[in-house]
C-alpha cells in the first residue's frame, strides 16, 4: 500500500466522521425544535404524564418551561406545585400553590390542596384560614371539614377536630 492511497483512506475516513457528526447534529436539532414545537397545553399533558410516572423532577422541569413562556399558565403552576410535592419541597409547593390562588382566587380544588400541604408541613393555622375559604365556596363538600378536622388536631384542639 502506497503512502498515497493511505493517505486517501484517512481522508476518506475523516469525511466519513465529519458527515456522521453532521447527521447526529440534524437529527439533534430535529428533535429539539420537536420538544419546542409543542403547545404549552402538550407539554402540560406530557408534565402530567410524568407525574403519573413518578417522575417529579422532569415534570417540574416541563412545567418550568412552560411558566418561563408564560408566568400566567395557571395549569402550570398547578403541575409545579404538584411536582414540588412529590418532591417533598413543600415550601415550594406552597408558593406555587399560592401563585396558583393569586391568578384565579376560585380555584378551590388548589385552596384545599394548599391546604393539606400547609397541614403537612405543620402550618395548621395557615390552613385553617384557606379552609375557611374553601368551606365557604363548598359548603357541601366533606374534603374542607376533613382537612379543618386534621389542622384542629395538629394543633391539639381536640374538641373542634371532632365539631368540624
Not at 402538550?42 to 416541563?62: F, S, Y
Not at 399560592?98 to 393539606?116: M, V
Request: aromatic fraction near 6%; glycine fraction near 4%.
Amino acid at each position: 500500500m502506497s503512502y498515497d492511497s493511505l493517505e486517501a483512506g484517512i481522508h476518506i475516513r475523516e469525511r466519513q466522521i465529519l458527515y456522521m457528526r453532521f447527521l447526529a447534529l440534524v437529527i439533534s436539532i430535529l428533535l429539539c425544535s420537536s420538544v419546542l414545537a409543542q403547545t404549552p397545553a402538550e407539554q402540560i399533558d406530557k408534565g402530567m404524564e410524568l407525574l403519573r410516572q413518578n417522575k417529579p423532577a422532569d415534570a417540574l422541569t416541563v412545567f418550568n418551561a412552560v411558566v418561563k413562556a408564560n408566568d400566567k399558565d395557571i395549569k402550570a403552576w398547578v403541575g409545579i406545585a404538584q411536582a414540588q410535592r412529590q418532591l417533598s419541597h413543600l415550601p415550594e409547593a406552597i408558593t406555587a400553590y399560592r401563585k396558583t390562588l393569586s391568578l384565579n382566587p376560585q380555584l378551590d380544588a388548589a385552596r384545599l390542596e394548599l391546604a393539606s400541604v400547609l397541614i403537612e408541613g405543620n402550618k395548621a393555622q395557615e390552613a385553617l384560614q384557606e379552609l375557611n375559604r374553601a368551606a365557604a365556596a363548598l359548603p357541601l363538600q366533606p374534603r374542607p371539614y376533613q382537612l379543618m378536622s386534621a389542622a384542629y388536631a395538629q394543633m391539639k384542639r381536640f374538641g373542634d377536630a371532632r365539631e368540624a
